[in-house]
């Protein structure tokens, strides 16, 4: 039985999710393939989206016309605006999600899209003629032609997973892995490695003395991560903050030889960013505590997600660590954590659309390009099915540069760099940060979006309301004594209430105002970035052929030039954020890509 589709998505996650809805959102006839159609949009880790740069991420999937951002804002039960002691540039939201409805309400979206459909079912295979991608084969004997196949596939390449010394395949706990497909992506030819990420155990919130626990409570004005999100109003739940003791120390200190992280049974790269709560006693052996978070995982649910506890070690020892906690001695233990080593391809393998190289129509995202989190896995596949739908309607791919947005700066490092572990995005890996703010990402990324055509009427009118206000609020403070008055620290907008409606002549947006007010602020140290990336502009408007030799370049180390073909750099700004690529290197590369041009 042969089905015909333009683009397949494997795999139902946060980056399949984003991607079948772009392709179909661009009116390209889409099948998303999932093992388990009850577990569309799951959280297999913590119930939460958003966070220290992640929640820039999530802006930036809403402004581009993704679906993330609007999903959390509909079913989040607790909203944090992070690092508010600190400057706008590291502002970001997060928030608790219930996983279930989390799940359901991001499967209503999906299935109102015209051009999608959902399809429950395991791919076997690729179909391929030569090197170009043309569908899939499904393990029931199905065919589905594609003109472009995205793979979203998780840790369910080859997973399996480890509680102390047992160990079992699986895709998330209780999952099938997928060994058909993870067998033949390995025979393809491309890179590929083991990565490992784990969960904590999740206990029976009944059970638990929530009188020890310091509560955390939600912001009173929710920060929504929608730029089509007025507010949210409803009530809120409280998380709770705890620490471990000397006794947890001591329990797992005593059962480090019974770790499958330190017995040597599991062999991928974790994160060292995340790490387990008995690699925590290991690495930091002076610290006499660690914290630990206590997540509802939902409203309807006694379910309590422990993060800062993930952990590998055998149930017995979960049992006890978990015993050790005040105000957790007579906790019930519902799920044990885990740790899941999977199949990873070197991210190497693709280029800035997120297309593999060698492939043609075949592109990667999420997790299997060696990221962790739900946030890296949207931003991804948006990106990714974005692509494949401008490569079918004949259109030049969307790149986001490193000063366009943080979607850009994963892609960027991820293809430039590879991932020798888990990758998760921080603002440190931004040079602009200033510029890449939460309050601006619908300036750099909707009218992207529209282009592409993911960005519907309402949306779009929303955006050029907001633009309009931003832009004469901005040009009366330029000429007004309010605009140098504004730039002390303790003054605000909300205090010349009065005129500023007088310029607009409407009400003011909230989100105008604060992007208004930041620039106004700041707007010395913005022009300072402004300056620094016109400069990185100049080095990524250099091309590189793709036939373009490297080998025959003289004055290269044997080491440079392995580099520059293993990678095989777009440009001269990313020939240049190669590690072990020094400047020397790129002045002699840019030379040779001049003569080149005049030849």
């Known amino acids: 039985m042969h089905s015909k589709y333009d683009v397949v998505v494997i795999g139902a996650g946060h980056a399949g999710c984003e991607a ?40 930036e999937i809403d402004a581009l016309g993704g679906v993330m951002g609007e999903a959390a804002d509909a079913v989040g039960i607790q909203f944090r605006l992070l690092n508010t002691s600190r400057g706008p540039a590291v502002w970001s939201p997060r928030a608790q999600m219930d996983k279930k409805q989390y799940r359901a309400h991001m499967r209503q979206l999906l299935e109102r899209e015209a051009n999608l459909r959902i399809v429950q079912a395991e791919v076997a295979s690729l179909t391929l003629d030569g090197r170009r991608v043309t569908g899939v084969q499904l393990r029931d004997g199905r065919t589905m032609r594609a003109g472009a196949v995205v793979v979203t596939t998780g840790t369910f390449l080859n997973g399996l997973a480890h509680v102390g010394e047992m160990q079992y395949t699986c895709g998330r706990n209780g999952e099938a892995p997928s060994e058909l497909l993870g067998a033949q992506l390995r025979m393809l030819g491309l890179a590929w490695t083991r990565l490992k990420t784990g969960t904590p155990p999740r206990l029976d919130g009944r059970s ?24 949210i109003d409803r009530p809120q739940i409280q998380c709770h903050i705890g620490y471990t003791t000397e006794e947890t120390r001591q329990i797992l200190k005593t059962a480090i030889p019974r770790s499958p992280l330190y017995s040597g049974q599991i062999e991928g790269i974790g994160p060292r960013y995340c790490p387990s709560i008995e690699d925590k006693i290991v690495k930091f052996p002076d610290k006499p505590r660690h914290q630990i978070f206590l997540e509802p995982e939902g409203l309807d649910t006694n379910e309590v997600y422990v993060n800062g506890m993930s952990t590998s070690m055998p149930i ?45 129509g075949l592109y990667l995202a999420g997790q299997i390009n060696g990221t962790s989190g739900y946030e890296e896995a949207g931003c991804q596949g948006l990106i990714a099915g974005i692509n494949a739908a401008c490569r079918l309607l004949g259109r030049e791919p969307v790149v986001l540069a ?23 995005m921080f603002t440190s890996r931004a040079e602009f940060r200033l510029h890449l703010r939460i309050d601006n990402a619908d300036e750099r990324l909707t009218p992207v979006g529209r282009r592409a055509g993911l960005v519907d009427d309402a949306r779009w009118e929303r955006f050029k309301r907001k633009q309009s206000q931003h832009e004469r609020l901005a040009d009366a403070l330029a000429i007004h004594p309010n605009g140098q008055w504004l730039k002390r620290p303790e003054a605000s907008l909300s205090q010349i209430g009065p005129w500023v409606r007088e310029v607009l002549g409407e009400e003011p947006l909230p989100a105008a105002l604060t992007t208004v007010e930041t620039e106004t602020k700041y707007s010395g140290y913005i022009a300072q970035q402004e300056r620094q990336m016109e400069r990185l502009k100049d080095a990524e408007r250099r091309r590189i052929p793709v036939e373009f030799g490297f080998d025959g370049i003289p004055g ?30 790129i002045a002699i590369l840019d030379v040779y890509l001049s003569v080149a041009r005049v030849c």
Not at 38 to 58: E, F, R, T, W, Y
Not at 216 to 225: C, L
Not at 403 to 418: A, F, R
Request: glycine letters at 8%; one cysteine or more.
């Open 556 to 585: 290269l180390s044997r080491e440079i030039r392995d580099k520059l073909t293993r990678v095989r750099p777009e440009t001269l700004g990313q020939a240049a954020r190669i590690p072990g690529v020094t400047p020397a290197a």
């Open 316 to 360: 017995d020892v979960q049992a006890a660590v978990v015993a050790s906690i005040p105000g957790m001695e007579h906790a019930e233990m519902i799920r044990p954590g885990y740790a899941i080593e999977y199949d990873a391809i070197d991210p190497r393998e693709l280029d800035h659309a997120l297309q593999v190289k060698s492939i043609e």
């Open 20 to 59: 079948s809805r772009a392709c179909a959102r661009m009116g390209l006839r889409t099948a998303l393939i999932t093992m388990n159609l009850d577990l569309i949009a799951q959280m297999s880790c913590n119930p939460a989206i958003g966070g220290i740069a992640k929640g820039h991420l999530v802006r």
């Open 208 to 231: 638990i003395d929530w009188t020890r626990f310091e509560p955390q409570p939600g912001d009173a004005e929710p920060t929504p991560f929608s730029f089509l999100t007025d507010r």
């Open 402 to 424: 490193r000063n366009e947005g943080y979607t850009g700066i994963l892609i960027d490092d991820l293809v430039t760099k590879g991932a020798d572990e888990p990758y998760r």
